[in-house]
């Protein structure tokens, strides 16, 4: 026989509601500990949500990031962060760093002005730094696209709230919205724990998740789908064991792949979109937890109404129906 | 049986080459680009140096050309994101509504008395009548120059609105258009503002309009926004207003319809204006660096006809007074005119260097901006950031392959085999279908080709699990691959649609990168929905058809 490598054993039967009360709470928990510390410590926002300028600094010479604040402050420009950055990809001489200035009053973008006078200061104690891009962003457009970026959310939520719920049951789709909540909540919990930059980027990365996570769940709602069919008699909390147990494998590859995808970006894609290849890892982890542990509770807790005649929507997309030919 | 008609076997190949064939120019980047500007050159100067033949002939003119277009931040350039003020507009517009109505009322000057323009907010022209008593018959005089709107939203409705108030009529631009006005400013800004990016001849700018006022600009390749910025000229309006008096004090106090500006080389001296200009820059038809009588730097002009005609027979009226060439709201000269001036020709001084008046020229020639512009963002990416950025992505996108391979070879053996070829077809179909769609490839973007690459094999495994199930109940190998398929469709069409959703949602809402990495994300659903359904499959069949295995190991 042939190696084939089985993360997952030929048949598996798990019972993912043995501990469903810790894993359950888990998840309440996660969700809450991240709205608690997201109404506490808040988010780091970057400047599309909030204005300001991001100047990225290059230097041949070691960048020393307490230098660098006293360069500027003398400037009188605001509340600055100054950050260095790390990369494995920077040759050995290559020194980042990044000076983050707030909206200055009375002005959109960044004046030229200020962008000059803050690479004089900084030559001053490192002589070799140079820009290597900047990004400035008016209250007006920040403005904006925080409501842009709410929007986007609770557009894809809604939209898949009620696609899951044309396909299958509405019971589904509150389960799929659940699963799809603590996703997004649990990752921007992370990104108040650690204060990492949440930027637009992030919401896309959010969006992403939203994007796989209902993908992984809606591949077990739609085994849940046939095994209702299948097993009549079985008690739900049965049938959905017997559906996850099958999917199981699938479940662990695809993440499996797409894990192996997003770390290899993570260490080796740059610094520019580390974080937004960070959420994006940390949301498939998520993501795949929630569509074992999360979605299928909700809906084993509301319960279906399994005595209705069963409408099987896939009949009315597809010619060829998989449930009756056994 | 294991059957795939013989037309959707040719179809599927005929997709896959196509693929091939149009994603093949970005492997050879920079030879293409060189081929392409060659070309550009070639209809451009019509002939070719060594050089340019060189790199004509770097790559055949018979495939494909197209390539994917390389965002800001991969390629390195400036971005501005620019308001268009629009209400600027409405001023001047109200302006030069001043004598028309000055005219029209004055003719009735035996009923309405008196006529005077009184101060009034920018956009707003009021006109007080000396007769109170007579404000209905000033209403119907002014009603007469109120022409229907020439839009098509607006039909109906009337250019101005007119009111009354007390003994003052009020005159404003309506509604409707204001709408229009609106419009035609923000695209005749864009057509300004991409005149003078081309007259410098950058490559590959893109000049967009964005929601109702803004425009947002990206060219590759420059330093620094500023560098954008100048080129743009933010403020180049030019006109001809007749001067009242000069002062020494910027802050005196001045009638209504009449404004103070300083003078450009004087310090000190300003000049009092009537804020409604002779003629404009806008009615130029040329400009041209020239030199004055002593032999200095100067700017000749000419008029529209038009144009030509109002300010000859202001010339003639005003003979021995001074009139105020002015620009960006600074008197740059105010000569005092000598005689008629027929014609609509003349020149500008202004103790210019002959850079100066070149610069000069060339903004009046591209005309003026119809209003002021306020930049809201901003964005620098220089070259080196970019092609570091390029090459991490390259490295982690290999890297990413060649993990997703090697697992998904471990796990399923031949059939990770095929798996994997669909992976290579699939990203050749991304870049196919950006290049030829003339999409731009972002930072974002490629992050968006690896995540692909990670959840595209997901289709495959969906139907390979199943395989692997049918088998296990004792199904016969090519009713297991044929059921495997079949049952695995309503699992992949339902979390494709709901990711294709969100990334929809990612597409329309998000703007700059952030839409880069969605339409690289969405073309990627549809290629593995079709490169797991088909060309696996297709592999698949024929391979089983060479083999004929009695059993199948999965």
Known sequence: MAFRLKLVPEKTTFDFFKHQKLTFGFSVVMVLASLVLVLTMGLNLGIDFRGGTTIRTESDLPINVGEFRQAVTPLDLGDVTITEVYDPNFRADQHVATVRIQAQDGQEAISPETQTKVLAALQTVNKDVKITSTESIG?????????????SVLAAVAAILVYVWLRFEWQFSIGAVAALIHDVTVTVGIFSLFQLKFDLSIIAALLTILGYSINDTVVVFDRLRENLVKYKKMPLREVMNVSVNETLSRTVMTSGTTLLALISLLVLGGDVIRNFVFAMTWGVIVGTYSSVFVAKNIVLFIGLNRNKEKKDPSEKFFDKTDVATD | MLQISLWKR??????ILAGIVFAAPNAFYNRVEGHN??????????????????????????????????????????????????ADVYKSRVDSLWPEFRKALAADRATLGAIRRVQADPGVLRIRIGNGDQMQKAMEVAQTLNT???????????????????????????????????????????EIVRRRIDAAGTREPSIVREGSDRILIQVPGLKSAQELKELIGTTAKLTFNSVISTTSNSNEAVGAGEEILPSSDQKGLYYVLDTSPVVTGEDLTDARPDTDQNGYPAVGFRFNVSAARTFGDYTQANIGKPFAIVLDKK??????????????????????????????????????????????EERTIGPELGADSIKAGKLAAAVGAVLVVVFMIASYGMFGVFASFALGINIALIFAIMSVIGGTLTLPGIAGIVLTMGTAVDANVL????????????????????????????????ANVTTFLTALILFVL???????????????????????????????????????PKEIIL
């Open chain 2, 10 to 15: 040719v179809l599927i190949l005929a997709v």
């Open chain 2, 463 to 494: 139907v390979f699990e199943r395989i692997r199930e049918e088998l296990k109940i004792a199904k016969k190998p090519a009713r297991a691959i044929e059921l495997g398929y079949e049952r695995a469709m309503s699992a992949i069409i339902d």
């Open chain 2, 331 to 376: 008197v740059i000269s105010a000569p005092v005119i000598q005689s008629h001036i027929a014609g609509g020709s003349g020149i500008i001084t202004g103790r210019f260097t002959v850079k100066e008046a070149t610069d000069l020229a060339l903004l009046l020639r591209a005309g003026a901006l119809p209003a002021s512009m306020t930049f809201l």
């Open chain 2, 148 to 190: 229907p709107v020439t839009s098509l939203t607006g039909v109906g409705q009337k250019t101005y609105a007119i009111t009354t108030e007390g003994d003052q009529l009020v005159i404003q631009l309506s509604d409707a258009e204001k709408a229009s006005t609106d419009d035609r400013t923000v695209q005749q800004s864009l």
């Open chain 2, 510 to 548: 998000g703007a700059g990168p952030v839409r880069g990495f969605a339409v690289t994300f969405l073309i990627g659903i549809v290629t593995s929905v079709f490169t797991a359904i088909w060309v696996t499959r297709l592999f698949i069949v024929f391979w089983f058809a060479r083999k004929r």
């Open chain 2, 37 to 86: 500007d060659a070309l550009t050159a070639q209809t451009k100067n019509g002939t070719l140096t060594p050089e340019e033949q060189q790199a004509k002939s770097a790559w055949p003119d018979w495939l494909p050309s197209d390539l994917v277009n390389l965002g800001l931040d991969l390629r390195g350039g400036a971005q501005l994101l620019a308001q268009v003020n629009v």
């Open chain 1, 139 to 151: 209250p007006k457009v920040s403005g904006e696209l925080v409501w842009t970026a709410v929007w």
